[in-house]
């Protein structure tokens, strides 16, 4: 399992501390490994067409008790519906080794399965249900035709009332009401006793399938909580924990599906196990971009937040790891440029790598300058955001009141905004509009994905500005604003397929974010007055 660096590496310099894997630049020996990887993973003939649809492989770079340097390799999941392969690490448990309780389990479930789809597809079930829908029907339709009848003869009678009938006939209306309302209720019960039998019949069916999905949602349960004990996770101090006690600390308390099965884990606990020093780590894309994720090939990503944050809190204990790069901003004690000031609200421009409003991390953000600068002013005081990465014109309010004004005019679109990125890559069209509905990825935020059925109406128009090389100069003019909209719409297939350059999510991580929000308009909510603001990009 532990690979040779089939060039020399003496001249690369071993890293002063472990990779922060959320946050990272690959460190060269990283590169070099993972070069080695993709070149044995091209070569795969009978892997191609599964690995066109995507999957993520990591490379942990390894010093032995005798100093020797090597890398070991790992995939997420399963490949080629195996878990183990001799290139590569194996997994912390082989939850497809044939004789395993796993795979036992996941037959009886199966079964279950096949007992619920055989009854739901049974004749006569089917039948039952056909012939319930027509006798409903049917009875509906008459007690419908029976209640206008008795309608019409109502306003009959009333009719004839008027015309003072004596006591005879009046009695006799009576009678007929009598009978009518009588026929009606017997006519009623006649026909729910009739649905009543079909419905017993069918009740009986979905009580079975009820039951069974009942014991295959306890099975399932069952089966996923014996499965997360196996994964009994290591870390640099020797403390072993199963998954179960790992993620007892988060907010949804439970592993989800997948967990401990991803490249980085795998990595990690074979070194342990086997006493290799972990050196560096990183992980790449190969193959095709997920339908609402976004990857490209060969592209280096962080690990996940949801699956594998809670896990390598764990893993990387008694490990020397690089502190996170965005617990403290390098804008902390930069002092903000103001653009233009009155008694109610501030225009900046806000720095690279500066939060808008305060994070989990001590970094500073625009929000705690400016309340720091003015400590009167009400209300939430950040009027939109923008990300961490992104630099250019940002609007305050000093109270709450202009707060919401400038809000309203955010909601209804009537401010004018223009961002400058360069893209990696070129679109295939000079200008348009992109329309992709975008939600929060739940296991792996702050990542966004393009989702029909849970995503927002996100839309941004474009223009090329500047082509050179494989770097495109483009202007965004978002329509709306969904959190990381421009980022996603620029690296999404379906959007521009170019990530924004330095964009480390969806792309690949450079000196900086390529994206400045360059213009922006809007009412003053006091004056009436149109305001317009510009700062070009430095880039």
């Given at each position: 399992?532990?690979?040779?660096?089939a060039?020399s590496?003496?001249?690369?310099?071993?890293?002063?501390?472990?990779?922060?894997?959320?946050?990272?630049t690959?460190?060269?020996?990283?590169?070099?490994?993972?070069?080695?990887v993709?070149?044995?993973?091209?070569?795969?003939?009978?892997?191609?067409?599964e690995l066109?649809?995507g999957k993520?492989?990591?490379?942990?770079v390894?010093?032995t008790?005798?100093?020797?340097?090597?890398?070991?390799?790992?995939?997420?999941?399963?490949l080629?519906?195996?878990?183990?392969h001799?290139?590569f690490?194996?997994?912390?448990?082989?939850?497809?080794?044939?004789?395993?309780?796993?795979?036992?389990e996941?037959?009886n479930?199966?079964?279950?399965?096949?007992?619920?789809r055989?009854?739901?597809?049974h004749?006569?079930?089917?039948?039952?249900?056909?012939r319930l829908e027509?006798?409903?029907?049917?009875g509906?339709q008459e007690?419908?035709k029976?209640k206008?009848?008795?309608?019409?003869?109502k306003?009959?009678?009333?009719?004839?009332?008027?015309?003072?009938p004596?006591?005879?006939e009046q009695?006799?209306?009576?009678?007929?009401?009598?009978?009518q309302?009588?026929?009606?209720?017997?006519?009623?019960?006649?026909?729910?006793?009739?649905v009543?039998?079909?419905?017993?019949?069918?009740?009986?069916y979905d009580?079975?399938?009820?039951?069974?999905?009942?014991?295959?949602?306890?099975?399932?349960?069952?089966?996923?909580q014996?499965?997360f004990?196996?994964?009994k996770m290591r870390n640099?101090?020797?403390?072993?924990?199963?998954?179960?006690?790992?993620?007892?600390?988060t907010?949804?308390?439970?592993?989800p599906?997948g967990?401990?099965?991803c490249?980085?884990?795998?990595?990690?606990?074979?070194?342990?196990?086997?006493?290799?020093?972990?050196?560096?780590?990183?992980e790449?894309?190969?193959?095709?971009?997920?339908?609402?994720?976004?990857?490209h090939?060969?592209?280096y990503?962080?690990a996940?937040?949801?699956?594998?944050?809670?896990?390598?809190?764990?893993?990387?204990?008694g490990?020397?790891?690089?502190p996170?790069?965005?617990?403290?901003?390098?804008?902390?004690?930069?002092?903000?440029?103001?653009?233009?000031?009155?008694?109610?609200?501030?225009?900046?421009?806000k720095?690279?790598?500066?939060?808008s409003?305060?994070?989990?991390?001590?970094a500073?953000?625009?929000?705690?300058?400016?309340?720091e600068?003015?400590?009167?002013?009400?209300g939430p005081i950040?009027?939109?955001?923008?990300?961490?990465?992104?630099?250019?014109?940002?609007?305050?309010?000093?109270?709450?009141?202009?707060?919401?004004?400038?809000?309203?005019?955010?909601?209804?679109?009537?401010?004018?905004?223009?961002?400058?990125?360069?893209?990696?890559?070129?679109p295939?069209?000079?200008?348009?509009?992109?329309?992709?509905?975008?939600?929060?990825?739940?296991?792996?935020?702050?990542?966004?994905?393009?989702?029909?059925?849970?995503?927002?109406l996100?839309?941004t128009?474009?223009?090329?500005?500047?082509?050179?090389?494989?770097r495109?100069?483009i202007a965004?003019?978002?329509l709306?604003?969904?959190?990381?909209?421009?980022?996603?719409h620029?690296?999404?297939?379906?959007?521009?397929n170019?990530?924004?350059?330095?964009?480390e999510?969806?792309?690949?991580?450079a000196?900086?974010?390529?994206?400045?929000a360059?213009?922006l308009?809007?009412?003053?909510?006091?004056s009436g007055?149109?305001?317009?603001?510009?700062?070009?990009?430095?880039?």
């Amino acid at each position: 399992m532990l690979h040779h660096f089939a060039r020399s590496i003496v001249h690369i310099a071993l890293p002063g501390q472990f990779t922060y894997p959320f946050h990272y630049t690959p460190h060269p020996l990283c590169v070099m490994a993972a070069e080695e990887v993709q070149a044995y993973i091209a070569a795969q003939d009978d892997w191609q067409e599964e690995l066109r649809e995507g999957k993520m492989f990591g490379v942990l770079v390894v010093q032995t008790k005798e100093d020797e340097i090597g890398y070991l390799a790992a995939f997420s999941g399963n490949l080629a519906g195996r878990n183990l392969h001799s290139f590569f690490v194996p997994p912390v448990y082989d939850l497809l080794q044939p004789d395993g309780f796993f795979k036992i389990e996941e037959e009886n479930i199966s079964a279950i399965n096949a007992r619920i789809r055989k009854l739901e597809q049974h004749p006569h079930y089917l039948d039952l249900k056909q012939r319930l829908e027509e006798e409903i029907h049917a009875g509906r339709q008459e007690t419908e035709k029976a209640k206008s009848i008795l309608k019409v003869a109502k306003e009959a009678r009333a009719q004839r009332r008027k015309q003072h009938p004596d006591e005879e006939e009046q009695a006799a209306m009576v009678r007929e009401s009598q009978y009518q309302k009588a026929e009606l209720k017997r006519l009623e019960k006649y026909w729910k006793n009739r649905v009543a039998v079909l419905q017993t019949e069918v009740d009986a069916y979905d009580r079975q399938m009820e039951s069974l999905k009942i014991e295959r949602k306890k099975r399932s349960a069952e089966l996923q909580q014996r499965l997360f004990e196996q994964f009994k996770m290591r870390n640099g101090l020797g403390e072993v924990k199963d998954l179960c006690v790992i993620f007892e600390q988060t907010v949804q308390k439970t592993p989800p599906a997948g967990a401990g099965e991803c490249a980085a884990p795998k990595l990690l606990q074979y070194a342990y196990m086997h006493g290799l020093k972990p050196i560096a780590m990183a992980e790449f894309w190969w193959g095709n971009s997920p339908k609402t994720e976004i990857r490209h090939h060969g592209y280096y990503y962080p690990a996940c937040k949801g699956k594998c944050e809670p896990i390598l809190q764990h893993m990387l204990k008694g490990l020397d790891v690089e502190p996170d790069p965005l617990s403290k901003s390098p804008c902390d004690d930069t002092e903000l440029e103001v653009l233009f000031e009155d008694d109610w609200l501030l225009v900046i421009d806000k720095p690279a790598g500066m939060l808008s409003v305060p994070g989990k991390g001590s970094a500073g953000s625009v929000y705690s300058i400016v309340k720091e600068l003015y400590p009167d002013a009400t209300g939430p005081i950040i009027v939109h955001r923008l990300d961490m990465a992104t630099s250019g014109l940002l609007l305050i309010a000093k109270s709450k009141e202009v707060h919401q004004h400038l809000q309203a005019q955010f909601k209804n679109r009537t401010v004018k905004k223009r961002y400058i990125a360069l893209l990696d890559g070129t679109p295939a069209q000079d200008e348009g509009e992109i329309k992709l509905p975008l939600c929060p990825d739940p296991l792996d935020r702050p990542r966004q994905v393009v989702h029909e059925e849970s995503g927002k109406l996100a839309i941004t128009r474009y223009k090329v500005l500047e082509k050179k090389g494989n770097r495109t100069r483009i202007a965004f003019y978002p329509l709306t604003g969904r959190t990381h909209q421009l980022r996603v719409h620029a690296a999404h297939p379906l959007g521009l397929n170019c990530p924004i350059a330095g964009d480390e999510l969806y792309g690949r991580r450079a000196e900086r974010l390529y994206l400045h929000a360059e213009y922006l308009e809007f009412i003053h909510p006091v004056s009436g007055q149109v305001m317009k603001f510009e700062r070009k990009a430095e880039y």
